[in-house]
């Protein structure tokens, strides 16, 4: 399985990006997705997860009412729309997949990792 994130930029405070992460190599209809962020010098950390229906979304409460993700298993891809964005939502983005259908915020529990895509929100 691979995974591919993409739509990362620099983008000023308060502005918008769309990330998006696409599988390959895999049916991931069944499983569920989740978006990670690493700043310089912290541990990765959760961002957002939803589960293989996506009736089930689960937020941070840093991002809560600015990130949305959702999911469209017809092309096995996993957007991330990032609103009103702050200097604080710096990072390295990094899409996972479980191979569960239940979503989770735990880095541990993802089976594989997209290589990353790099938000810079200048203040």
């Known amino acids: 399985v691979q995974l591919q994130a993409s739509g990362g930029g620099l983008v000023q405070a308060g502005g918008s990006l769309r990330l998006s992460c696409a599988a390959s190599?895999?049916?991931?209809?069944?499983?569920?997705w989740g978006w990670f962020r690493q700043a310089p010098g912290k541990e990765r950390e959760f961002v957002a997860a939803i589960n293989w229906s996506g009736m089930s979304t689960y937020y941070a409460d840093s991002v809560k009412g600015r990130f949305t993700i959702s999911r469209d298993n017809a092309k096995d891809t996993v957007p991330l729309q990032m609103n009103s964005l702050k200097p604080e939502d710096t990072a390295v983005y990094y899409c996972a997949l479980r191979l569960d259908s239940r979503g989770s915020m735990k880095v541990q529990e993802y089976d594989f990792w997209g290589q990353g895509t790099l938000v810079t929100v200048s203040s």
């Open positions: 190599g895999l049916s991931v209809m069944y499983y569920s």
